[in-house]
């Protein structure tokens, strides 16, 4: 009786689906989930996922998005899905559009084909604040009109508007998180598409200047990952599920020159790179009001945590 009793409890968890939890905002909010008790599987290819990332209580489903096919049996009993897979990075997108599409649009869309075929509840997207692109005025609010620069930034629009219309057309419950500038431990460090906190602390490493593109004022609205999970999270159970975009960023922009300046030593300009808006930063009252979420982890506090485990 008493060996029958933990496995009656693991039934009774709530199920959860993860797509790309072993990535780097993936993995950390796997790592929120299964500390809330829930029962977490992951679909994740492994591309750009680190198996070693990924919690040990959660269930690994090697499967690839843009395979429809391939995720028809990876959502039965599933509660809920985080979907956070994605070909990321604004360079890497000019560089391969059809790509990075193929991942980003037909993938979101097999995700939520799956979904609706295996009566989900719930879908949680994971957008971008690129879809911005350039406004007139800061903060950058969701009532905003969309002005995407670069094709992921118009790959992560037709998702949120593929939210949309599944809940719409199939009554499915979504919501589309618009992240802003998401670092801290986990990142994939170096190459070419590597995001500017990546670059920095590889730079550290290897004793070399801190690269920087263009004149390093564009400002952008770091957020840390670990407030990133918590927002994701909360998302699952927030009273709308409409398919709206909610931002989720600190609230707060700092410059790339003083973001250097938190790493310390010298710098290297190279030439601005094409796609990307001047300056970002992010209102959050909707997340406050929708989600019961402020960020808690200013950027100062993250760099130098970042910078202790180097």
Request: hydrophobic share 40%.
């Amino acid at each position: 009786m008493t060996s029958s009793t933990p496995e009656k409890s693991v039934a009774t968890r709530r199920t959860v689906l993860v797509t790309g939890g072993a990535g780097f905002i993936g993995s950390h909010l796997v790592d929120a989930l299964v500390e809330g008790g829930l029962a977490v599987r992951v679909v994740d290819n492994l591309a750009g996922g680190k198996r070693e990332d990924l919690n040990s209580a959660a269930e690994l489903v090697e499967a690839d998005i843009r395979d429809g096919d391939a995720l028809s049996g990876c959502f039965a009993g599933v509660d809920s899905v985080f979907h956070l897979a994605a070909l990321p990075r604004v360079p890497l997108s000019i560089d391969k559009p059809l790509e990075t599409h193929l991942t980003n649009v037909v993938g979101t869309l097999n995700v939520l084909v799956a979904a609706r075929n295996a009566g989900v509840r719930r879908v949680v997207y994971a957008s971008s604040s690129s879809v911005y692109g350039e406004q007139q005025s800061l903060p950058l609010r969701e009532d905003m009109v969309p002005n995407p620069l670069s094709p992921y930034a118009l790959q992560k629009l037709t998702g949120e508007q593929y939210m949309r219309l599944f809940h719409r057309l199939f009554g499915l419950e979504t919501v589309a998180l618009r992240y802003f500038n998401v670092f801290g431990s986990r990142m994939s460090a170096g190459g070419p598409y590597a995001t500017v906190v990546s670059a920095f602390l590889l730079a550290r490493s290897e004793g070399r200047p801190l690269p920087i593109y263009g004149d390093g004022e564009q400002t952008r609205d770091f957020t840390d990952v670990r407030d990133v999970a918590r927002a994701t999270m909360l998302a699952m159970d927030c009273k709308v599920g409409d398919g709206r975009p909610i931002n989720v960023g600190a609230g707060r922009a700092i410059s790339v020159n003083q973001l250097a300046s938190l790493f310390g030593g010298p710098i290297a300009r190279l030439e601005a790179r094409r796609g990307e808006p001047r300056h970002t930063l992010a209102d959050t009252s909707a997340a406050t009001r929708l989600l019961g979420w402020r960020p808690r982890i200013s950027v100062e506090q993250a760099v130098a945590e970042l910078l202790q485990l180097k």
